[in-house]
């Protein structure tokens, strides 16, 4: 029987698990102090692969960074998509996505430490929750439920709003972190056109069922 396939398929699992240590090493980095400025042999040496094995997969620490922090947007876009899979309304799901961004600085530290530390600069990225929010805030003018703006203007202030209450929530954890995203969710709806009052009722409306942080 030919044994190319599948050592070439053990080839490719030990190649994608190495890569993944280094992302992953370099996630909790992020998380922890947010600096860059480590050695690759310390990320080495935390992912537990070779020095070497580094430059099989990233050209330089800047390149490894960036793929652990789209790694991280993307979990926290699919995150906020998996419990928000039964909404539909583009003002609810701005609101909902405020507070449950609130709860995972409880449920998901480490994640929510990265976007702390390196969210600022990926606001406009095409992965993680930038294009969700964009393809919302687009659905949204187009429907007429929110006003006419530029949806990469809009994109921005949502995008610096929920940056903010991510540090709020790090730097003031005295603070009821519930009341505080369901304000900034207010002003963001009045922002995009609703009226004080449903910016308010939308703002405190129960998470659909089973969301939880």
């Known amino acids: 029987m030919p044994t190319s396939v599948p050592t070439a398929n053990r080839f490719?699992?030990?190649?994608?698990?190495?890569?993944?240590?280094?992302?992953?090493?370099?996630?909790?980095?992020?998380?922890?102090?947010?600096?860059?400025?480590?050695?690759?042999?310390?990320i080495a040496d935390r992912a537990d692969v070779g020095f070497g094995s580094f430059y099989n997969h990233f050209e330089s620490k800047?390149?490894?960074?960036?793929?652990?922090?789209s790694d991280a947007l993307e979990e926290f876009g699919q995150a906020i998509d998996e419990q928000l899979r039964e909404t539909d309304d583009p003002a609810e799901l701005v609101a909902a996505g405020f507070r449950l961004t609130a709860r995972m600085a409880d449920s998901h530290p480490d994640l929510m430490r990265i976007l702390r530390h390196r969210g600022l600069?990926?606001?406009?990225s095409d992965k993680g929750s930038?294009?969700?929010?964009?393809?919302?805030?687009?659905?949204?003018i187009a429907t007429g439920r929110f006003a006419r703006v530029d949806p990469t203007v809009a994109l921005s202030a949502l995008g610096g709003t929920l940056l903010s209450l991510v540090?709020?929530?790090?730097?003031?954890?005295?603070?009821?972190?519930?009341?505080?995203?369901?304000s900034l969710a207010e002003m963001a709806l009045r922002m995009l056109g609703l009226s004080d009052a449903e910016a308010r009722e939308i703002a405190r409306r129960p998470l659909p069922s089973g969301v939880g942080g």
């Open 62 to 69: 800047a390149q490894l960074f960036d793929a652990a922090v």
């Open 12 to 42: 490719e699992r030990r190649r994608a698990a190495t890569r993944k240590a280094l992302v992953d090493a370099a996630r909790q980095i992020l998380a922890e102090t947010g600096e860059t400025g480590v050695s690759i042999q310390v």
């Open 121 to 124: 600069a990926h606001i406009h």
């Open 167 to 182: 540090e709020l929530r790090f730097s003031r954890p005295d603070l009821d972190g519930e009341e505080a995203a369901a």
């Open 130 to 140: 930038a294009p969700r929010a964009r393809r919302d805030l687009e659905r949204g």
